[in-house]
């Protein structure tokens, strides 16, 4: 599907399902097949925000771009999802970046963007203000992260632990508060906790979630200039982020300890999933903290050679955590016992 097929006759709204239908799937199958657990009143502002995120992600890591332009097009896409520069202006911007990249999903996730913004614009105000909130933290991570890692050829540590948590809470942490403010907005009885400690228990899933995206892509970072693993924790240990890779053995405590923090944060997840009451939302919400702890289970498994591997769920495995959850409508009991297999 191009843009142009998408831009064609029918409402925005029609439109927009079609975009979500096909350009979702395409850049996330497992996405895409969690959201679709979800009730119609949450599936679109979490599939527009989901590709806005994607999008503005694509702009941050076209490498065949300068660091300075990339920055400038965040700024611009920022500036224009908050609805204060012109869609115009990124139409005109985007197609620079989208004959550079080598995969079709994410050529076809760019053209879409006009799409996206325009139904953005037509959404009813609180969502509208919603996925405008959390994209700006988004954003603004997202920015930090070029800032960060601006030369390929040499790598660069974060510098604190601190630092960590405030680029996973920025990607993904604020994910789980915005998803916790539409749940409590559109599904009548959400939950048995409160509002805020819901947030408070979104927030650490979404950051254990990202937390464990970085352990999993610690070598493909690592060979890209970006080390997120804590300067001073490196020093301690007399490592230098560029000994990571030749030297994963005496990395290992350090990565072992990072594993027990985003296995802890995925117990914060459950919580969260184990107090939502609708079921198809407690489907959805709880199968990341699936993917991820069975994820974590084949890193701590593969052990230091994590760092030279691609360590990925297969997708079988993920089918059938899937199909499970839709047999039984997230029954507590299934969830936690599926949660319990994970980690064999």
């Known amino acids: ?76 896409l920022s500036k224009t999802i908050q609805g204060i520069a012109s869609r115009d202006v990124v139409a005109e911007v985007i197609p620079s970046f989208v004959s550079l990249q080598e995969n079709a999903s994410e050529r076809q996730l760019l053209q879409s963007l006009p799409n996206c913004l325009a139904r953005l614009e037509g959404m009813e105000h609180a969502d509208r203000n919603d996925i405008r909130v959390v994209l700006e933290k988004i954003t603004r991570g997202q920015m930090l992260d070029v800032q960060r890692f601006d030369n390929p050829r040499e790598i660069r540590a974060l510098g604190t632990a601190a630092d960590l948590d405030e680029y996973t809470y920025l990607v993904a942490g604020c994910v789980g508060e915005f998803w916790t403010v539409l749940c409590f907005r559109h599904v009548r009885s959400f939950s048995s906790r409160s509002e805020d400690e819901m947030l408070a228990l979104g927030k650490r899933y979404g950051m254990a979630l990202q937390l464990i995206n970085v352990l999993r892509d610690a070598g493909p970072d690592l060979r890209a200039g970006r080390c997120y693993f804590p300067e001073y924790e490196l020093s301690a240990a007399h490592l230098t982020p560029s000994q990571i890779l030749s030297e994963p053995e005496r990395f290992q405590p350090i990565y072992q300890g990072w594993l027990e923090t985003a296995n802890a944060g995925l117990g914060s997840g459950m919580e969260y999933s184990r107090a939502i009451k609708n079921r198809r939302v407690r489907a959805a919400t709880v199968l990341p903290a699936l993917i991820g702890a069975r994820t974590l289970a084949l890193l701590e498994a593969t052990g230091p050679a994590a760092v030279h591997r691609t360590v990925k769920v297969p997708r079988r495995e993920v089918r059938t955590m899937i199909l499970s959850l839709a047999f039984t409508l997230g029954s507590h009991r299934r969830i936690d016992a599926m949660f319990d297999r994970t980690k064999l």
């Open 1 to 76: 599907m191009t843009f142009q097929v998408v831009a064609g006759s029918g409402e925005p709204g029609h439109r927009f399902k079609e975009l979500q239908t096909a350009v979702l799937r395409s850049v996330s199958r497992s996405f895409y097949l969690s959201i679709r657990f979800l009730p119609p009143q949450l599936r679109e502002p979490i599939a527009l925000a989901y590709l806005l995120a994607r999008t503005t992600d694509t702009v941050a890591d076209t490498a065949g771009i300068s660091r300075s332009v990339r920055m400038e097009t965040l700024n611009l």
